[in-house]
């Protein structure tokens, strides 16, 4: 069945509401699938300011890995409200252990930890029919957003796609798009939110903060931003067969800018990559798929690593 024929039937599905939700019994063979991918950050979550909420040495963590797990809820609930019966959850924040798993539905399945391929969008594939991003950032070109960055704030101060500068979620919303899914959906704050737009088109989006700098926002509660999320989630949902994938031109070209000298030198050695200035590289690939594996690369690959 074609993904735009999954999309009608999720809409009928809505369409007709409680009176189709509500037939008893197991999933019957004819129940139309609807697969949604979910990927959580936590930059983005409300009342994230600083790194006392983003690590497990802060002293806010412990709650906000309740408040985070409560926005990816909400998000999965709505999801399901709107007929989703295959949800993939990927936890795409720092050690990506932050999302409190026994919280969440018995009937979603969760990606976690790293290195993996496709990073923050592990799990995504071509039978998924919608991508959703909560708790996204803006990107560290951005003058605004609470803890800009792309990637790395460590160690990157730049990346690019195709010419233009990219956030987590235009990114991500490429490789999604690769595989021929729409994203439907986000939150964050509302530089996060600006920045995707600006990229990808007029997505659903909930805003859970405004920026007043990188460390200080003006926030919604936990709840208000769980509750927000949930509506805008119906939303998009409602809305479903107007989101098109977010296709890059191909073979893509990325642009690599590191805080420090040395990466850019030395992996200036290999012939994938070219050196563009003192602390930048680039290099093309066929398309997103090889593009996140070498930017996966990038970000993982130590002599030492262990095991
Ligand atoms: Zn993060």
Known sequence: MSKLHRVGAAALVMALGAAVNSVPGPASAHQRKLKV??????????????????????FEYGRFREFMTREAMAAIEAAKRAGATDIVVADSHGNGQNLLIDQLPPDV???RSWPRKLGMVAGIDDAVDAAIFIGYHAGTNNVAGVRAHTFSSANLTRVALNGANVTEGSWNAAIAGHFGVPVVMMSGDDAAIAEVRKAVGNIEAAETKRSLGFHSALTL????AATLIGQRVTTAFGRLQEFKPFKVQTPVVVDVSFKNYLPAEVLSYLPLFERTDSHSIRFRAKDMAEASAVMSFLGDYRPDITP
Do not use: W
Not at 47 to 57: D, F, H, I, K, S
Not at 221 to 224: E, S
């Open 37 to 58: 991918h979910i990927s959580v950050d936590m930059e983005g979550i409300g009342g994230v300011v600083t790194g006392e909420q983003l690590g497990p040495t802060g």
């Open 109 to 111: 399945r969760i990606i």
């Open 221 to 224: 509660t936990p709840q208000a």
